[in-house]
């Protein structure tokens, strides 16, 4: 089925949560280049498509934010006695994941470079620096520590729902 019922969530719904997950765990792999400036197969690779998927990621989260919001009324229920601890989780989660992009493309705007997605010219480059910008986006990296925090959280819940609690949130979602 591809949209939510109160059992499990729809196609619609995994899709977006599995392709979405992916693609953040791939934006992780930037953190490799601290080491040796990037200049290693990871950085040159897979670390290289950072702005195109980052941007993705932003377009992908206000989809997913419209879809979940016209599915509110026929989604899995959390259980009572977590249920304001899971939901402000998920709420961190979708600030970050759209902080996340936002902060990234005021960073390289900030320092006068154009914001280019899969090659299309989203923003233009001013070719010199703006401080407000450069002060936004020097949040990125604090943001991105702070996501990998949820992140691992986030799966640590998970796991603990399926192995410790065995109550099938898991199989939901799968
Ligand atoms: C959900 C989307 C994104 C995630 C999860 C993400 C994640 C990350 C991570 C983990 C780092 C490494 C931080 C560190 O080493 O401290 C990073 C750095 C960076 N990201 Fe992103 N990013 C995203 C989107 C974007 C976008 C859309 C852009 C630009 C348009 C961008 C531009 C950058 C730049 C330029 C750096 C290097 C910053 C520096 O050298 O200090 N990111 N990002
Ligand atoms: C970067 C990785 C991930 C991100 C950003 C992420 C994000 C999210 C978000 C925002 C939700 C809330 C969905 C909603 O109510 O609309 C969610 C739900 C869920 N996620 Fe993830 N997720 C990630 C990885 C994972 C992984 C690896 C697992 C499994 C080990 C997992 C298991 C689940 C489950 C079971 C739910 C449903 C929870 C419930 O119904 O209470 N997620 N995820």
């Given at each position: 089925?591809?949209?939510?019922?109160?059992?499990?969530?729809?196609?619609?719904?995994?899709?977006?949560?599995?392709?979405?997950?992916f693609l953040v765990l791939w934006q992780f792999?930037?953190?490799?280049?601290?080491?040796?400036?990037?200049?290693?197969?990871?950085?040159?690779?897979?670390?290289?498509?950072?702005?195109?998927?980052?941007?993705?990621?932003?377009?992908?989260?206000?989809?997913?934010?419209?879809?979940?919001?016209?599915?509110?009324?026929?989604?899995?229920?959390?259980?009572?006695?977590?249920?304001?601890?899971?939901?402000?989780?998920?709420?961190?989660?979708y600030t970050l994941l759209i902080l996340m992009?936002?902060?990234?493309?005021?960073?390289?705007?900030?320092?006068?470079?154009?914001?280019?997605?899969?090659?299309?010219?989203?923003?233009?480059?001013?070719?010199?620096?703006?401080?407000?910008?450069?002060?936004?986006?020097?949040?990125?990296?604090?943001?991105?520590?702070?996501?990998?925090?949820?992140?691992?959280?986030?799966?640590?819940?998970?796991?603990?729902?399926?192995?410790?609690?065995?109550?099938?949130?898991?199989?939901?979602?799968?």
């Amino acid at each position: 089925m591809s949209i939510d019922t109160k059992e499990r969530y729809g196609k619609i719904t995994r899709i977006f949560h599995w392709g979405m997950a992916f693609l953040v765990l791939w934006q992780f792999l930037k953190f490799f280049d601290r080491i040796g400036d990037g200049e290693h197969w990871v950085g040159e690779t897979l670390v290289s498509w950072h702005v195109s998927i980052g941007s993705l990621l932003l377009l992908l989260v206000i989809l997913r934010l419209i879809w979940a919001f016209k599915q509110k009324d026929n989604r899995p229920e959390h259980d009572p006695a977590v249920a304001t601890l899971a939901r402000a989780g998920h709420r961190l989660l979708y600030t970050l994941l759209i902080l996340m992009p936002i902060s990234g493309m005021l960073y390289v705007l900030g320092n006068g470079y154009s914001v280019s997605p899969f090659g299309i010219e989203l923003f233009t480059g001013s070719g010199t620096e703006t401080a407000w910008m450069l002060t936004v986006g020097s949040l990125h990296s604090p943001l991105a520590w702070a996501l990998l925090v949820m992140v691992i959280g986030h799966i640590g819940m998970a796991l603990v729902h399926h192995f410790v609690k065995k109550d099938g949130v898991l199989q939901r979602m799968l």
